[in-house]
């Protein structure tokens, strides 16, 4: 998971979008931003700028602007997670899968067997739970798409996964600048959701050398 603590660093970009380019681009920019995370896997180059750091920044943002509306914010945010997370499936599914089957190979080819059975028992947990780290939120949907995961199983962890995201972290920044005490007790869910993650992790670790 990207680190909340960023979020301070990137609050003066984003207050400069908002100063130079006025609410609707700012809108644009951000929603843009965590759609390319993901649908364009840009987050694996910039993971801070597109996502955890981004969104609570954001929030951070519309509690001390009037120009800037939480709830337009937090559904656009959600909207983008969620539609570039499908746009990463899809292109897994459809372009990478087929390329990979034109390859040769008994490990390529027991990789994705593996893949397979992973995504089959654990891949919803996992599209869930890969969403609050960076360098997994990009990859996961890609994979699960490659793997052939159920399409209506992922739809519907990419959909808990994208609200619980955008709308959870966008609001904590919001309510971390209006009521001071909120702040501690946002980093407090950051945490918890990197050590589930971590749990996770381990979890799938082990189910996935059974699998093996």
């Known amino acids: 998971m990207d680190s909340v603590f960023l979020a301070a660093a990137l609050t003066g970009q984003v207050t400069d979008w908002l100063n130079s380019y006025g609410p609707i681009l700012f809108y644009l920019i951000v929603w843009g931003l965590v759609f390319a995370g993901t649908g364009l896997l840009i987050g694996a180059f910039i993971p801070f700028i597109t996502g955890d750091s981004l969104i609570f920044a954001a929030g951070v943002l519309a509690a001390t602007s009037d120009s800037i509306e939480i709830r337009v914010l937090t559904i656009g945010i959600g909207l983008a997670a969620f539609v570039g997370d499908q746009t990463g499936f899809v292109l897994g599914r459809h372009f990478g899968r087929p390329y990979l089957d034109k390859r040769e190979g008994p490990k390529l080819k027991s990789a994705i067997a593996k893949s397979e059975k992973f995504y089959q028992q654990l891949g919803w947990w996992a599209v869930v739970v890969s969403?609050?780290?960076p360098w997994a939120r990009v990859l996961v949907p890609a994979i699960a798409?490659?793997?052939?995961?159920?399409?209506?199983?992922?739809?519907?962890?990419?959909?808990?996964?994208?609200?619980s995201w955008g709308v959870g972290l966008s609001l904590a920044g919001y309510y971390a600048a209006t009521i001071p005490a909120v702040k501690t007790g946002s980093y407090a869910i950051a945490t918890f959701f990197i050590v589930g993650s971590i749990i996770a992790g381990i979890r799938s670790w082990l189910s996935n050398r059974k699998l093996a």
């Open 131 to 133: 969403r609050f780290m």
């Open 145 to 163: 798409g490659i793997a052939r995961m159920n399409y209506y199983k992922f739809l519907g962890a990419n959909l808990v996964g994208a609200i």
